[in-house]
């Protein structure tokens, strides 16, 4: 069973820049599909992006299109989140999921297996 810790959110002003970063303990980081999802107060949780097995392909929820990257390191187990101009609408709890399942909607909370803790994201106006 695979265990997820996320770091790297925080407070910062709109337009400002952070990375998130989620290490995944286990061996077999390389068979994880890996998501990364938010949840602002009083809402649900969402997408934000999504990465292929060897990084291969990417996913975005398209208000974070040409802002957001997803990445992963299989070397360091570890799997980012690069998040650039950043709006206040972007506050929220992100958290960073995985899937071995060979069937899965990307965009699915359904189509995760495991989950991190959170991190908080505040973007200031």
């Known amino acids: 069973q695979a265990q997820l810790v996320e770091s790297g959110g925080g407070l910062v002003q709109t337009g400002g820049s952070l990375r998130l970063s989620c290490v995944v303990s286990g061996r077999t980081f390389s068979s994880y599909f890996m998501g990364w999802f938010r949840q602002a107060p009083e809402k649900e949780r969402e997408v934000v992006a999504a990465i292929s097995w060897n990084g291969g392909t990417t996913y975005y929820k398209d208000s974070v299109k040409g802002r957001f990257t997803i990445s992963r390191d299989n070397a360091k187990n570890t799997v980012y989140l690069q998040m650039n101009s950043l709006k206040p609408d972007d506050t929220a709890v992100y958290y960073c999921?995985?899937?071995?399942?060979?069937?899965?909607?990307?965009?699915?909370?359904?189509?995760?297996?495991?989950w991190g803790q959170g991190t908080q994201v505040t973007v200031s106006s």
């Open positions: 999921a995985a899937t071995q399942k060979g069937l899965l909607t990307w965009g699915s909370l359904r189509s995760y297996e495991y």
